[in-house]
């Protein structure tokens, strides 16, 4: 028997026997191409779910801005204290989301993480509605305080599971249709909160600020559907885990907070490239307004419509550049190409009285091609253990940028004029612009590796997984 | 060494906005014994400018009403080079003493003359709130006129000082609703002997040839306005014909570092089409509606087309002006009128800060142009230009490294060197 039993033993040894390699049946709706890991059509599906996650937090970020008039009437308060609702998200962020990050990497994992930092979203936002319910501003800053916890860090883990789904397939399309989202949040919370809030009115509460309070929950319900779809990837990306056998964390991979010093200095360049990128559009666009009014001569209505080209045009363009990053690849290019645009767009608003429609066109479109190009590339850069402290740190130094910029913008308009404003927002954009080219040619001396095409890449991935399969087989 | 280069420009930059400069002789109520001189009042300031081969001669008052200032840029002989100028002529009830009371002596040869009258106020209430004064008729909202006959004013040397000439407004009587007061209205000339840019917004440049006036309104009762709105009706004078024509040109510019979102400015031109030896006017549309002026506190200021004096009876303000004792043929002397108003819609109106202050500046020559400033040259430069060597060098480093590291043929299909 032995002898024929050791017949029977493979000599090279088993690779596809066992509960080592049987695949996981999958049955009944679990076997449909939309539930299957393997499928394309799934991974889809989840995008979608993947989309809605930080939704809520886009729509009532931008609550008071759609509700500033009504919110210093019936709360009674000064246009700054107003301004400390945006000023209570910002400030803590500056460096709350690197420890969201790292939490997200070292101790929750995404799928806990994206968890809980929307409950923490919800709940601000529910205290935040609390607030004005009773009149306490004091709740509600502390609601947008701990939105804000919440909010960047979502982000962050939204950032990581785009990365763990799609990286080396549809990554900077996602990361496009994630910008789109966000941008259609905050327009579809600009138009229909007023006319909540005048309905709300109708139902004849005794205080304004109570209607407020019970419009600002209304808000909290978006929350709550963001939440939902938290829990709905947190079961399908376990499932899929499961499925696909993704490798999970090894105690030799365990992250320390350490690690960040050792981060390659590409990783520092492209925060560089964020920072430098970011500052010169959002603060542009937050004192664009009397801009166009005095230099144009535009009425405020008009002047509104062309300062908010820019986000509706990256709503439209950014998953078609993503799209099409995604099929030529070569990022830091794109990145470069984004930046040059950007740059000449605000030489024309600023040294020329071309009509702004095509420099802020133009801006929404470099705008969508930058923000579709850079953040895959960290995915290239760090490991997928670290990606959710890399995220962090890009997120805090982005916040830190803008909320520093904001203050200085403001005072170098008030001192010397919109000219020298679009001057420093060229010096700005010149920085990341000279980072970007950094990033090439360090990148370039050490192999190309950011800057592959799209071929190259698909070429490389199967010369890998042909490695594996070797290795298991000599295993 | 970048800083070494940007204050080598801004050095530079120094050094070119020298101009001329004058020698300046004030002096008060010429003609009189005394300087208090209450025949003379509200008082006449006369002041020499010298430069090297002509004189700038101001003479400022606001005597018989409406307020004045007038030039005559004159050549500049060896002695006797003082205009005759006598000011109890001038207050005199007399046409005749009146017309003889500013001559110039033998020698002295006028090359040019211009000034600036202010003649009336108009106070209208705007229930559109769409600060256009063009837009209402004289039935379809409440006016009030002011006309500047009807003001007392303070005596001129209370407050003035060699370089400064300020005239203020009385409280006044029962004839003008007892609406003003002390100071309620205030009318201040800078006089300069060199060239630089005004420390106070909207930051003018100035040279010797100019003046800029400070034109305040503060604390008036403007009644059961709902949303008061002032229009100044200014007329500007030149010693040319009559038939000669004025002209306003406003020029855009992508410029605002000196007056922050202010793109424009305007030039009203005594004689257009030869502006070098002729007078202007120039202002930035903004006033402010404090006293501490910022941005903030910025608004809108407008004019309304030119208008022929005669068409909107403003001739008889000029003859009671003493623009009637240099000009006594002044029906024949080439003037033009038109209506600053001040303010933008949905600011508030005069009515919600009771202040308004506006700058402008009268002079001779060509108007002075504001320039971009180098530090904006040097910012872009340095900004463009190092990427632009980064990737030229950066480029050709890559380019060389290519070359020199290619080692025969590699096979794509087994290459893996790239593979992490």
Known sequence: ?475 | MLVKVFTLLLSFSYVISDGQVRQMVTSYNPGCQTQKCPECSPGVVYVQAKGDNDILHYVVSALGGPPTALVIKTNRPKERYQLNINCKMMASKNDTERKAAITLPSGLKEIYSYGVVFSRLFQYNDTADKADITAYNINSTKWRVYDFTEFEWQDITTWSSNNLIVMKVKTSGEVMDAAFYNESLVLQFHMFDHSDRSKELPHLLYDADSTQFDFTLQDIDTGNYSSARWGLETVLLGSDKKTAGMHIETKKSIDDEYTPGVFEMSNWLTRPGNEANGGYLQWKPVCYLKPGRARSVATKVDYTNLASTSDVNVDTFLQSSIMYSYFPDIMNVSRSATNFTFGLESDGGFTKTNFTSWTAQLGFGAPPEDKVSSLVVGVISAGLGLPVILIMFGGLFVIIKKKTSKEGYTDLDTDRSNIQ
């Not at chain 1, 664009?288 to 509706?312: C, D, H, Q, R, T």
């Open chain 1, 1 to 475: 028997m032995t002898d024929s039993q050791s017949e029977k033993k493979p000599l090279l040894g088993a690779v596809n026997e066992g509960d080592d390699g049987e695949e996981e049946v999958l049955e009944g709706c679990g076997g449909t191409m939309a539930c299957n890991p393997h499928r394309p059509l799934h991974r889809y599906l989840v995008l979608a779910i993947m989309c809605f996650l930080s939704f809520g937090s886009y729509f009532c970020y931008d609550n008071p801005a759609a509700l500033q008039d009504t919110m210093i009437k019936a709360l009674d308060i000064s246009e700054s204290t107003f301004m400390g609702f945006y000023s209570w998200y910002s400030w803590p962020n500056v460096i709350l989301c690197f420890f969201g990050g790292f939490l997200i990497d070292r101790v929750f994992g995404v799928r806990m993480g994206a968890i809980i930092f929307s409950l923490f979203v919800t709940a601000g936002q529910v205290l935040f509605a609390a607030g004005a319910l009773v009149n306490h501003v004091w709740l509600m800053n502390l609601g947008r305080f701990v939105f804000g916890i919440g909010g960047e860090s979502l982000c962050v883990a939204q950032n990581t599971y785009a990365v763990k789904w799609f990286q080396g397939k549809e990554l900077n399309m996602v990361f496009g249709l994630q910008l789109s989202f966000s941008r259609v949040g905050s327009t579809v919370n600009m138009n229909i909160m007023q006319p909540i809030y005048q309905w709300i009115t109708g139902f004849g509460f005794k205080n304004d600020y109570t209607d407020l309070g019970v419009v600002l929950m209304i808000g909290a319900i978006m929350c709550v559907f963001s939440l939902f779809c938290a829990l709905a990837l947190s079961f399908f990306d376990k499932r899929a885990d499961r499925i696909l056998k993704r490798a999970a964390v090894t105690s030799d991979e365990q992250i320390r907070i350490t690690d960040v010093k050792d981060f390659p200095l590409t990783f520092w360049l492209l925060s560089i490239i964020c920072v430098g990128y970011y500052v010169a559009v959002f603060p542009f666009i937050g004192l664009g307004l009397v801009f166009f009014e005095m230099k144009w001569g535009f009425e405020p209505n008009l002047a509104n419509n062309v300062n908010s080209l820019v986000y509706i045009i990256s709503a439209v363009a950014s998953p078609v550049f993503g799209f099409l990053i995604d099929r030529t690849g070569r990022n830091v290019f794109w990145v470069i190409l984004g930046t040059v645009c950007t740059i000449g767009c605000h030489a024309l608003l600023a040294f020329t009285f071309l009509n702004p429609y095509v420099a802020m066109s133009c801006m929404g479109l470099a705008y969508s091609i930058l923000a579709s190009a850079l953040w895959p590339i960290a995915s290239q850069i760090v490991r997928n253990s670290q990606l959710g402290t890399a995220y962090g740190i890009m997120q805090a130094i982005q916040n830190l940028g803008l909320a520093v910029i904001a203050i200085v913008a403001g005072a170098i308009v008030d001192s010397s004029g919109y000219l020298i404003l679009e001057v420093f927002f060229l010096a700005c954009l010149c920085v990341a612009l000279i980072a970007a080219v950094m990033l090439y040619l360090v990148d370039a001396s050490r192999g190309g590796k950011l800057n592959r095409s799209a071929k190259e890449r698909r070429r490389l991935a199967a010369l890998k997984e042909e490695e594996e399969e070797e290795k298991k087989l000599l295993d």
